[in-house]
């Protein structure tokens, strides 16, 4: 079974511009979150979706914003780049809420 | 909303020697609390969970205790090995309301010196 795949692995955006980043979950899974980690602070929750709906959204400013399609694949988008928005970008699939999170490997974004 | 604490954030400890890292949640509400390990340059993976009907759970090495009147839970490591050297996050979830999502700690990071 594939595990959660995450593209792309690494990005460099600059400052004011937007980035994409999509989410695979394991098939079968309707359930994706989505985490930023930073060294320090851990992992911040950002978004869960489940079955095409937002059902709950972390202490992020508008500019992150995300969606689920109805294969369960999910992008989160962010705008207006800032130098703080540089992270390691984790998503994380399961079956339903309370069961084991399988994560993907993260986008690395850096933003100059 | 939830919000969970957790301590040290920075551990050593000798090859074989235990350690012990514990976490603090606030909503009474959770009843689910993983515990993940992430090796440098990789993801997270789950390692050992607890339900809230549950005070203990052991699997080998690792064990999760969870004191639901106090609103914390801990995990135990005996016989710590080098490849035990990780940081481990710790997290709560309820099982639906606005807040359902899994919540983490800020991690530790656990170094087994051999």
């Known amino acids: 079974k594939a595990g959660v795949t995450q593209t792309p692995r690494y990005l460099i955006k600059t400052r004011g511009q937007q980035v994409t980043l999509s989410c695979s979950p394991i098939?079968?899974?309707?359930?994706v979150s989505w985490y930023q980690q930073t060294p320090g602070q851990g992992l911040q929750f950002l978004f869960e979706y489940f079955s095409e709906t937002q059902r709950n959204k972390g202490n992020f400013p508008g500019r992150f914003s995300g969606r689920q399609f109805s294969n369960s694949r999910s992008e989160m988008n962010v705008s207006t780049l800032e130098l703080g928005d540089s992270a390691l970008y984790l998503c994380?699939?399961?079956?339903?809420?309370?069961?084991?999170?399988?994560f993907g490997q993260g986008t690395r974004l850096t933003v100059v | 909303g939830e919000n969970v604490e957790q301590h040290p954030s920075t551990l050593s400890v000798q090859e074989g020697d235990s350690a012990v890292i514990k976490c603090t949640y606030s909503?009474?509400?959770?009843?689910?609390f993983p515990w993940y390990k992430q090796e440098l340059g990789k993801r997270p993976q789950l390692i050992i969970d607890?339900?809230?009907?549950?005070g203990e759970k052991k699997d080998q090495r690792i064990a999760v205790t969870l004191n639901k009147t106090a609103k914390h839970f801990s995990l135990h490591i005996t016989e710590t090995q080098p490849e035990d050297s990780a940081v481990y996050f710790c997290?709560?979830?309820?099982?639906?309301?606005?807040?359902?999502?899994?919540?983490f700690g800020k991690g530790t990071k656990l170094s087994v010196k051999p």
């Open positions: 997290a709560a979830s309820t099982d639906g309301g606005s807040q359902g999502n899994l919540i």
């Open positions: 994380a699939s399961s079956l339903r809420r309370n069961t084991e999170a399988f």
């Open positions: 909503d009474s509400a959770s009843n689910y």
């Open positions: 098939s079968g899974h309707r359930s």
């Open positions: 607890i339900r809230s009907n549950v």
